[in-house]
């Protein structure tokens, strides 16, 4: 099963804008990441959070970390048009040299 | 700086014809490597992990299988492909760390379309 969920599958922006997504996860995690996908391409590594840490920023990228709710949030502020992408969370599986991927976030920033 | 490379970007096959994707990783020694697949509009399923050569493990029982000869080299294989096998598959590789806490670097994907 899926160890990370995001919310909403799809969000539509404009452009300025801040957009906000969340993912949930249900077992223990070391750590917390947030993927981006482009149409047809890869994922790129956006920020990593660890299990002890309860926020991180990276440029326009604000990650927080509830390890009691079991939940992730990722902001990005003053949306661009080039945000325009699917974002993914994936945790750790314990024990493993591997991670679990969410079903993503479709972000859409209107011009 | 460390590049991947994965190869072909797009297939098209017939069911029941064999294939071989194949992922290289340059300047870095000792990754792990991961076989994904992605159906449109949805998340990724891990398909195979390789902590080193010739370590290989499969999350999900299917007719593919992947192989890791060298290194820096990771393949995935199937000797009859089914239309279900088709899909957005991506390769990856992350550096060895303590409590798995490292990120994964992806390739640009194949798109294998069954026929």
């Known amino acids: 099963s899926q160890q990370g969920e995001e919310d909403p599958q799809a969000l539509s922006i404009q452009e300025g804008e801040n957009a906000t997504m969340n993912c949930s996860y249900k077992?223990?995690?070391?750590?917390l990441q947030w993927y981006r996908q482009n149409s047809g391409r890869g994922l790129v590594h956006l920020i990593l959070?660890?299990?002890?840490?309860r926020e991180k920023h990276s440029g326009r990228l604000r990650v927080t970390l509830d390890t009691s709710k079991k939940s992730s949030s990722l902001l990005i502020t003053a949306s661009r048009a080039a945000d325009t992408a699917s974002y993914f969370c994936?945790?750790?599986?314990?024990?493993?040299?591997?991670?679990?991927f969410g079903q993503g976030t479709r972000l859409t920033i209107n011009p | 700086s460390q590049t991947i490379h994965q190869w072909p970007a797009t297939l098209v096959q017939p069911v029941g014809s064999p294939l071989s994707l194949e992922c290289t990783v340059e300047g870095t020694s000792n990754p792990n490597l991961y076989w994904y697949r992605q159906a449109a509009g949805r998340g990724l399923q891990l398909l195979f992990y390789?902590?080193?050569?010739?370590?290989i493990s499969s999350e999900v029982p299917q007719n593919l299988s992947a192989s890791r000869p060298q290194d820096r080299q990771f393949i995935l294989s199937s000797k009859k492909l089914l239309l279900s096998d088709s899909g957005f598959y991506l390769c990856?590789?992350?550096?060895?760390?303590?409590?798995?806490?490292?990120?994964?670097?992806f390739g640009d994907g194949t798109r294998l379309s069954i026929l």
């Open positions: 959070i660890r299990s002890n840490e």
């Open positions: 990856a590789w992350s550096s060895v760390g303590l409590r798995n806490n490292q990120p994964q670097h």
């Open positions: 994936a945790t750790d599986a314990p024990g493993a040299q591997k991670l679990v």
């Open positions: 077992t223990s995690i070391n750590n």
């Open positions: 390789s902590v080193g050569i010739g370590q």
